[in-house]
Structures are given as C-alpha cells and as structure tokens.
C-alpha cells in the first residue's frame, strides 16, 4: 500500500495525532510484534517519543500542542513505518526492555524477550543458588538482557558476548548510555569459543533459534533485522546444541542455565526426550524458554553429545 497522504490535515493535538496514527495502523497491513502486539500501543509509542513524551504519559497529554514539525515527521516515520515494514524501534532509534530504554538500530534484533519479566522477579523460583555476583548474557545482540541485569541488580557483574562485532558495537553503545561500565563487560566471542576461564551463577541466552521454513515465512518487519541474529539452521536448534553441550563447564555448582528457543521448542523436546527440560511460564505472555541446573546439565550430559 502506498502512502499518499499529504501532510496538509494532520493533527494539531497529540490526541488527535494517537487517533490518526491508530487508524492508519489499523488499516494497514503492517504486523504488530517489536515492542506492541497492536495499533493504539503502535500509535502511543510512536506519537508520544515524536512529542518528545513519556511513554506512561496519562490522558492529561492529549490536549497538548502537536506542532507542525512534529506532524510532518510523523507523517514520514508513519509512511516508512506502513510501506516499507521498518519495525518502529529502528525508525526511533530507540527500544524498551524490562522498563529501560535501549539504542536500536539494525545492527541487533529488537528487544522483546520474555526473559524481562524473569530479570524483574529476581529469577524466582527458579535459581536456588546464593545471590548472584557473576551473569553471562550469551549471544548478547545490542545487549539489553544482560544490561537489565546489571542496572536491577548492582552486585552483579555481567559479560555481554556476541560474535556479531556490529552488534557489539550497539551493545558497547547502550553499556554507555546506562552507565554501567564498571559492570558489564562487552567480549568477542562464538558462544564459549573466547571466553575467558570464568563461571557464572547465572548464563542467560536469547540465541538465534528460528528454523529455515519459518525463518522465509516471517512477516516483512523481521527482515529488516540481521539474518545472523534469526536463522539457527534448517531446525532452529544449531545454537542452542552448543549450548547445552559445552554450558555445564562454565556453571557455578549451583548455577542455571535459561534459554529462548521460541518456536523451536517441540523440537527441542523432540530431539532429547530424555531430558526434563523445565519450561518457563510468563505472567504477560511469551514461551519457549527453558531453565536448566548446573547439576542437570552434567545429568544429562550424554543425551547432549
């Protein structure tokens, strides 16, 4: 659909502008799942970070002025965001994960892993080990898992890992913006590979884990993200394998391994039925993520090789 609206009309209000924007998002065929799952969140996200307003701003803010500059940039990052299926967050340059705000660009996926929620409860049940002091966000993307560990729990000190140096770069860059230097380490490395001899409390890991078939299906949004960050070969689990194989050796004795897998999951299952995968459950939605022990890792061991 092209977009041939003028900017002549636009709303004055950002009431109006939020109303405008839903419509348009609804009639379109844009999909909805970079940080909202419809068109209002959409519109809200999209017209209150335009107006320079917070995202929690309540309706005391639909009256405000929505000037005509802000209208004529709506208008643009609305067309970009309806013709050419640019996820919002890379037309912002911003994202947000367990209550922080991010850098987001194409260099890294969006955030939007259900593991924010797991990061707020404090891993709980889940991790039964003393209060944690080391965490590894493995295959750290622009770094927002690991950073949200860092900035809600100030005793923890976390490694960032990626193999993708553009995407270290943005994770460098939100490491900065959140000022946490002093804790969170940005490393090189393929999964394990260059690690240097350390154990975690805590590895938490959002690989990529879309098979080949789904991965050429996906709607239009997630090919503007890096294919590296997606694609896990032709079952989705090429990552993750390595993961469960080599992870045990840098656990903590009472350490825990939690991975995304997504869609990827019946497989997973499929391919170690012997194994007691615990599934995660999340109180405002998401699956596929599981919870491993140190001690069930080194159980399971041989189901792994």
Excluded at 274 to 291: C, I, P, R, S, Y
Aim: net charge negative.
């Amino acid at each position: 659909m092209t977009d041939k609206t003028s900017t002549a009309g636009l709303p004055n209000t950002v009431g109006e502008a939020l109303q405008y924007c839903a419509e348009r998002l609804q009639a379109s065929d844009a999909f909805f799942g970079h940080g909202t799952d419809n068109p209002w969140d959409e519109a809200v996200a999209l017209v209150l970070s335009i107006a320079d307003l917070p995202l929690d701003a309540d309706d005391g803010v639909l009256p405000h002025k929505f000037s005509s500059e802000d209208a004529v940039r709506m208008h643009s990052l609305l067309s970009r965001r309806i013709d050419d299926h640019v996820p919002l967050p890379y037309l912002l340059g911003r994202a947000w994960f367990a209550g922080l705000e991010f850098v987001s660009d194409r260099r890294a996926i969006i955030p939007r892993s259900p593991l924010a929620e797991l990061i707020l409860h404090e891993f709980k049940p889940w991790y039964q080990g003393p209060e944690p002091r080391r965490v590894l966000d493995l295959c750290c993307g622009g770094g927002c898992i690991g950073l949200a560990v860092a900035y809600y729990y100030p005793a923890v000190t976390v490694d960032l890992t990626d193999l993708d140096k553009d995407a270290l770069d943005l994770a460098a860059e939100n490491v900065a913006l959140l000022q946490l230097s002093g804790r969170a380490s940005v490393l090189y490395s393929d999964l394990f590979s260059s690690l240097p001899s350390q154990k975690y409390d805590i590895i938490l890991s959002n690989p990529p884990y879309v098979n080949r078939e789904d991965l050429s299906s996906m709607p239009a949004e997630f090919h503007h993200e890096p294919p590296l960050a997606l694609g896990s070969g032709p079952d989705g689990l090429a990552l993750t394998r390595k993961i469960l194989q080599q992870g045990a050796q840098y656990l903590t004795e009472q350490g825990l391994l939690i991975v995304e897998v997504g869609n990827s999951w019946p497989q997973l299952e499929a391919l170690y039925p012997d194994v007691a995968f615990t599934w995660l459950e999340f109180e405002h939605g998401g699956q596929g993520v599981f919870a491993i022990t140190a001690k069930e890792l080194q159980q399971y061991s041989a189901s792994f090789t």
